[in-house]
């Protein structure tokens, strides 16, 4: 039996490019020397994205469609392709054409080197606009800082991985997924290409600034204690230095008296220090928010319908 390929396509009002999408795709994947699928998820779009779907999978019935029913983010669009896939190896793409298809054949001829990991890197972001580019740098250096694994820099979704990587992700069942994170954490001989990131072919982004904000809280917080530890080391340090002057008060107290002064000094501690306080019990609750999400235990996606033979592999995932 020969090995199979499984394209993972996460996609989310997109109709205007499907078509252009398996028209760039297609060839390419009947170029390989592989049998192969294309799993795509409707994550609940509102124009006619579906229509076009099963009118593809009529064509082409490798072209398979999990319809969820609502919109739940790529995220966990992704991990529903993740769980259905058949394939001996998986490739997660965009629809829109930034992860240029072309790549597909060398990715697959690094898998079949012995490689588990292929990972495509951007090397210009064109696409992108400045503020996103220096955001983006700014996010990847704080979080490799701080997290435990190392979370390659300019690497997106786009990435080859085999079937044993994806076993590890299917059993990572946590409702907070930041993808990336959890790509990383898994391991195995890893490489990678480099590629340029073109413009979107048509559409529009669905990542706003507060959406990408959000996005690096859930990368910090799923990777990272650090935050929680550092009202820590701030308290432990004011502490020292209240000491500190606290035994030059006394002492300057003892020899000049006292008169009573520093009003402004006092306000400007007392807001301060509650301003810290606040902000870190901020910090807290983004923590206990998370904690009380996964404590609820839901599953991570719901599917409403499957076009295509994908629920064999169904049974396997935990919780859905
Ligand atoms: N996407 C999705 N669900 C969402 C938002 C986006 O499945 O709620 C899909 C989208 O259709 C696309 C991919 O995720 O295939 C990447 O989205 P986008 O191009 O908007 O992100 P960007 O490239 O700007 O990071
Ligand atoms: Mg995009």
């Not at 999408?21 to 390989?32: H, Y």
């Not at 259905?84 to 690094?110: F, H, K, N, S, Y």
């Not at 080197?113 to 990847?140: E, H, I, M, P």
């Not at 923590?287 to 991570?300: F, N």
């Amino acid at each position: 039996m020969s090995l199979r390929l499984s394209l993972l396509v996460p996609l989310y009002n997109e109709a205007e490019i499907i078509d252009r999408f398996f028209t760039s795709v297609l060839p390419i994947l009947e170029g390989l020397p592989l049998d192969w699928e294309l799993v795509c998820v409707n994550d609940g779009s509102r124009d006619n994205s579906l229509e076009r779907l099963s009118h593809w999978h009529q064509q082409e019935p490798r072209i398979k469609v999990i319809n969820l029913s609502r919109n739940f983010g790529k995220e966990r669009a992704l991990t529903a392709a993740l769980d259905l896939a058949t394939g001996d190896a998986v490739i997660p793409i965009d629809i829109d054409l930034q992860d240029p298809p072309e790549l597909i054949p060398r990715m697959v001829e690094l898998w079949q080197q012995g490689y588990d990991v292929v990972n495509a890197v951007r090397r210009r972001r064109d696409g992108d606009s400045w503020l996103k580019r220096v955001s983006a740098r700014l996010f990847y250096r704080t979080l490799n800082a701080v997290s435990d694994v190392q979370i390659p820099r300019d690497t997106g979704d786009y990435r080859l991985l085999s079937r044993r990587v994806c076993e590890v992700l299917r059993s990572m069942r946590e409702s907070h997924r930041f993808m990336k994170g959890l790509f990383a954490w898994a391991g195995f001989p890893t490489t990678s290409i480099s590629f340029d990131r073109a413009p979107r072919s048509g559409g529009s982004s669905k990542w706003g600034y507060w959406r990408l904000w959000n996005f690096a809280l859930e990368g910090i917080t799923s990777f990272s204690t650090v935050p929680l530890k550092l009202a820590a080391y701030l308290g432990l340090f004011t502490a020292l230095l209240s000491l500190i002057y606290a035994s030059f008060l006394i002492v300057r107290t003892l020899l000049f008296g006292d008169p009573v002064k520093g009003y402004p000094s006092m306000m400007a501690a007392i807001l301060f220090f509650g301003g810290v306080q606040l902000m870190f019990i901020g910090i807290i609750g983004e923590y206990i928010a998370r904690i009380h999400d996964e404590v609820k235990g839901r599953p991570i996606y719901v599917i409403e319908s499957v076009l295509g033979d994908l629920l064999e592999n169904a049974g396997k995932g935990k919780n859905g």
